[in-house]
């Protein structure tokens, strides 16, 4: 959207005849979002820093960053920390057990697709 510090004065009214019409399509696209039957698929990126074990091992894989209808193309972000959150299918993580290796490791796993993650 323009605004009017940001455009010069003769080509305002065009800036408004195109912010209007981002508005309406905008409506439209929330609309017709809003009807979708969706069909959620994955959006992965690759993440350097993501590790899923307290050693470090495995650094840098891919991971579920949120869903993207395929039909609508809606998106919908992915919330939770990885241990709430599993990063390989978006599922929920469940407490699974404790290690005592010098530190405490809690392990956590995913109730769908047995993912593990450890924290201290």
């Known amino acids: 959207m323009f605004k009017k510090e940001e455009v010069p004065p003769y080509l305002w009214e065009k ?3 195109i912010n209007g019409h981002i508005a309406l399509l905008k409506a ?3 609309t017709e979002q809003g009807k979708c039957q969706h069909d ?4 992965l990126w ?9 050693d470090g091992v ?5 991971v579920v960053c949120g869903f ?6 809606a998106y919908k972000k992915i919330g939770g920390m990885p241990w709430e959150i599993c990063r390989k299918c978006g599922g929920k993580m469940k407490h699974d057990r404790t290690e005592n290796d010098g530190d405490k490791i809690f392990i956590h796993k995913c109730v769908d697709c047995g993912h593990e993650h450890d924290t201290t």
């Open 28 to 30: 439209c696209i929330e």
């Open 58 to 62: 495995g650094r840098g894989q891919n």
């Open 46 to 54: 690759y993440d350097e820093s993501y590790c899923g074990r307290v």
């Open 15 to 17: 800036a408004l005849w």
């Open 68 to 73: 993207r209808c395929k039909k609508c193309h």
């Open 40 to 43: 959620w698929k994955k959006d």
